[in-house]
Nanobody, 128 residues
Framework: QVQVVESGGDLVQAGGSLRLSCTARGLKFDDAAMGWFRQAPGKEREGVSCINWNGGRTYYLDSVKDRFTISRDNAKNTVYLQMNDLKPEDTATYYC?????????????????????WGQGTQVTVSS
Protein backbone atom coordinates (compact mmCIF):
# COMPACT_ATOMS: atom_id res chain seq x y z
CA GLN A 1 0.00 0.00 0.00
CA VAL A 2 1.42 3.35 -1.07
CA GLN A 3 1.31 6.18 1.44
CA VAL A 4 2.03 9.80 0.57
CA VAL A 5 2.20 12.35 3.36
CA GLU A 6 2.81 16.08 2.97
CA SER A 7 3.84 18.55 5.64
CA GLY A 8 5.07 22.10 5.98
CA GLY A 9 2.05 24.17 5.05
CA ASP A 10 1.45 27.27 7.14
CA LEU A 11 0.25 30.86 7.22
CA VAL A 12 2.97 33.23 6.05
CA GLN A 13 3.20 36.86 5.05
CA ALA A 14 3.80 37.89 1.47
CA GLY A 15 7.50 37.75 0.69
CA GLY A 16 8.07 34.95 3.15
CA SER A 17 9.26 31.40 2.60
CA LEU A 18 8.08 27.88 3.34
CA ARG A 19 9.45 24.43 2.65
CA LEU A 20 6.99 21.66 1.97
CA SER A 21 8.02 18.04 2.46
CA CYS A 22 6.47 14.89 1.10
CA THR A 23 7.36 11.35 2.10
CA ALA A 24 6.16 8.44 0.02
CA ARG A 25 6.38 4.80 1.10
CA GLY A 26 5.25 1.51 -0.37
CA LEU A 27 6.70 2.16 -3.82
CA LYS A 28 10.11 2.16 -5.44
CA PHE A 29 10.73 5.80 -4.64
CA ASP A 30 14.02 6.15 -6.46
CA ASP A 31 12.32 5.16 -9.72
CA ALA A 32 9.35 7.47 -9.28
CA ALA A 33 8.69 10.89 -10.75
CA MET A 34 7.31 13.11 -8.00
CA GLY A 35 5.30 16.29 -8.20
CA TRP A 36 3.52 19.08 -6.40
CA PHE A 37 0.10 20.34 -7.41
CA ARG A 38 -2.11 22.98 -5.88
CA GLN A 39 -5.74 23.91 -5.80
CA ALA A 40 -7.18 27.20 -4.64
CA PRO A 41 -10.87 27.59 -3.72
CA GLY A 42 -13.00 27.86 -6.85
CA LYS A 43 -10.09 27.06 -9.15
CA GLU A 44 -8.91 23.99 -10.95
CA ARG A 45 -5.95 22.00 -9.72
CA GLU A 46 -2.70 23.00 -11.40
CA GLY A 47 0.70 21.41 -11.61
CA VAL A 48 3.30 23.44 -9.73
CA SER A 49 6.47 21.42 -10.12
CA CYS A 50 7.71 17.92 -10.72
CA ILE A 51 11.02 16.09 -10.68
CA ASN A 52 12.31 12.93 -12.27
CA TRP A 53 13.81 9.99 -10.43
CA ASN A 54 17.28 11.43 -9.94
CA GLY A 55 16.54 15.13 -9.92
CA GLY A 56 18.04 15.64 -13.35
CA ARG A 57 14.79 16.85 -14.90
CA THR A 58 12.36 19.32 -13.42
CA TYR A 59 9.26 21.24 -14.41
CA TYR A 60 7.94 24.49 -12.96
CA LEU A 61 4.72 26.37 -13.53
CA ASP A 62 5.62 29.69 -15.12
CA SER A 63 4.26 31.72 -12.22
CA VAL A 64 6.56 30.01 -9.71
CA LYS A 65 9.77 29.87 -11.74
CA ASP A 66 12.69 31.54 -9.95
CA ARG A 67 10.75 31.42 -6.66
CA PHE A 68 10.14 27.72 -6.03
CA THR A 69 12.68 24.89 -6.09
CA ILE A 70 11.87 21.20 -6.09
CA SER A 71 14.38 18.66 -4.83
CA ARG A 72 14.44 15.10 -3.59
CA ASP A 73 16.35 12.86 -1.22
CA ASN A 74 15.94 9.28 -2.37
CA ALA A 75 17.62 7.95 0.78
CA LYS A 76 14.77 9.50 2.79
CA ASN A 77 11.95 8.80 0.30
CA THR A 78 11.24 12.51 0.44
CA VAL A 79 10.64 15.31 -2.03
CA TYR A 80 10.76 18.96 -1.07
CA LEU A 81 9.32 22.19 -2.43
CA GLN A 82 11.19 25.28 -1.28
CA MET A 83 8.94 28.28 -1.80
CA ASN A 84 10.45 31.75 -1.60
CA ASP A 85 8.99 35.22 -2.14
CA LEU A 86 5.51 33.87 -1.58
CA LYS A 87 2.59 35.84 -2.96
CA PRO A 88 -1.08 35.88 -1.95
CA GLU A 89 -1.90 34.14 -5.23
CA ASP A 90 0.15 31.15 -4.04
CA THR A 91 -2.51 30.49 -1.41
CA ALA A 92 -3.86 27.00 -1.99
CA THR A 93 -3.91 23.45 -0.77
CA TYR A 94 -0.72 21.83 -1.99
CA TYR A 95 -0.77 18.17 -2.89
CA CYS A 96 2.14 15.82 -3.40
CA UNK A 97 1.84 13.09 -6.00
CA UNK A 98 4.07 10.07 -6.35
CA UNK A 99 4.92 7.83 -9.28
CA UNK A 100 3.63 10.23 -11.90
CA UNK A 101 3.72 9.61 -15.61
CA UNK A 102 6.28 11.91 -17.18
CA UNK A 103 7.00 12.91 -20.75
CA UNK A 104 8.95 15.30 -22.91
CA UNK A 105 7.39 17.83 -25.25
CA UNK A 106 9.38 20.37 -27.22
CA UNK A 107 12.42 19.40 -25.19
CA UNK A 108 10.72 20.23 -21.90
CA UNK A 109 9.90 17.82 -19.09
CA UNK A 110 6.31 17.48 -17.87
CA UNK A 111 4.43 15.28 -15.44
CA UNK A 112 0.87 14.13 -15.92
CA UNK A 113 -1.58 14.10 -13.04
CA UNK A 114 -3.64 11.39 -14.70
CA UNK A 115 -1.90 8.69 -12.69
CA UNK A 116 -0.05 8.44 -9.43
CA UNK A 117 -0.58 8.30 -5.73
CA TRP A 118 -1.76 11.40 -3.88
CA GLY A 119 -1.40 12.81 -0.43
CA GLN A 120 -4.11 14.52 1.58
CA GLY A 121 -2.72 18.01 1.02
CA THR A 122 -1.20 20.73 3.14
CA GLN A 123 -2.58 24.26 3.35
CA VAL A 124 -0.46 27.23 2.37
CA THR A 125 -1.93 30.65 3.10
CA VAL A 126 -0.10 33.82 2.15
CA SER A 127 -1.37 37.05 3.67
CA SER A 128 -0.84 40.40 2.00
Amino acid sequence: QVQVVESGGDLVQAGGSLRLSCTARGLKFDDAAMGWFRQAPGKEREGVSCINWNGGRTYYLDSVKDRFTISRDNAKNTVYLQMNDLKPEDTATYYCAADLSAYFSGGNYYCSSAHGYWGQGTQVTVSS
